[in-house]
């Protein structure tokens, strides 16, 4: 059974940084590609960025470009989102998710597996 667990959320003062983790468990990690997504209250779900299984290929939504990177450690089975410059719009609930059919972690990917989510909030 496949099981995602994030961590690093919290508050934070804008301009500060935070680096969520996510642990996977119950697959082979090294060969899936990973997403991070967020969900504000009242807002629909939006992908903010993605990473190849083989970390060599990253998407970022623009409203984060530059300010959040995503990396993973195969051997830890992890993912991370280190997000710095936060502002008070990155305000949400924060997700991994697995891709599950093919391995572009865009936007438009099918994911398959999705964490419980972390909050993050940032005060102004």
């Known amino acids: 059974q496949v099981h995602l667990v994030e961590s690093g959320g919290g508050l934070v003062q804008a301009g500060g940084s935070l680096r969520l983790s996510c642990a996977a468990s119950?697959?082979?990690?090294?060969?899936?590609?990973m997403g991070w997504f967020r969900q504000a209250p009242g807002k629909e779900r939006e992908f903010v960025g993605g990473?190849?299984?083989?970390?060599?290929?990253?998407y970022y939504a623009d409203s984060v470009k530059g300010r959040f990177t995503i990396s993973r450690d195969n051997a830890k089975n992890t993912v991370y989102l280190q997000m710095n410059s936060l502002k008070p719009e990155d305000t949400a609930v924060y997700y991994c998710?697995?891709?599950?059919?093919?391995?572009?972690?865009?936007?438009?990917?099918?994911?398959?597996?999705w964490g419980q989510g972390t909050q993050v909030t940032v005060s102004s």
């Open positions: 998710a697995v891709v599950t059919v093919g391995a572009i972690p865009g936007p438009r990917a099918t994911y398959g597996y």
């Open positions: 990473i190849s299984w083989f970390g060599g290929s990253l």
């Open positions: 119950g697959l082979t990690f090294s060969t899936y590609s």
